[in-house]
């Protein structure tokens, strides 16, 4: 399966969270389950993602949640309109991120994001996240994907 990052083109694939031909980014990649109706995404920080020692920086866990909701919103919505993603790539913003964190995330397991759409309407997606240190759920997200379809920005 591919992950749905690999289907932006390369003038959306600069993101510092999930962009493939960023160098120093994070490369994340997420996957979508048809079936379950859930995207799923692991990441093991390294040890300059510390906050306190022997703990996960937020800022870092807010851009997983960022970057696998971002993808989540475009998989939740080709899903819902029966599209193909490597034929119509679809390009989501954030509009809005609330992150709680609920425990402190360990420093050193792989972590693993589970993300599903609460509501795809028109261009808005938004979409829940939560991130687990193994059995443990330490960060519960929640994101506003806004669909855009000329330039960003402008
Ligand atoms: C680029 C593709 C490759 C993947 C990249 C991954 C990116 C990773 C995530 C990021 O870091 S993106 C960078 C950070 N985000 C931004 O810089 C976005 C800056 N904001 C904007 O560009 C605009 O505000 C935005 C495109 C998000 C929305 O403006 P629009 O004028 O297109 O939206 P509009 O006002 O028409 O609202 C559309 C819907 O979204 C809702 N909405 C807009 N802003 C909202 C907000 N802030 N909170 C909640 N909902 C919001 C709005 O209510 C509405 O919902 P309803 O249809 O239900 O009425």
Redesign the pocket.
Known sequence: MKAIQLH?PPE?AH?Y??GYLNPMGLHLQTYWNRERKESRTAFTPSPHHTAIPGFVYGGLLASLV??HA?ATAAAAKADAEGLDLEKTPL?F????LKVDYLKPTPLGPELVLVGRAREV????VVVEAEVYAGEALTVRGEA?L?Q?TEG??G
């Open positions: 932006y959306w993101c969270g999930c960022d970057c971002t390009r913003v954030t509009a809005s309407k028109g261009r808005k506003v806004v855009i960003f920005g």
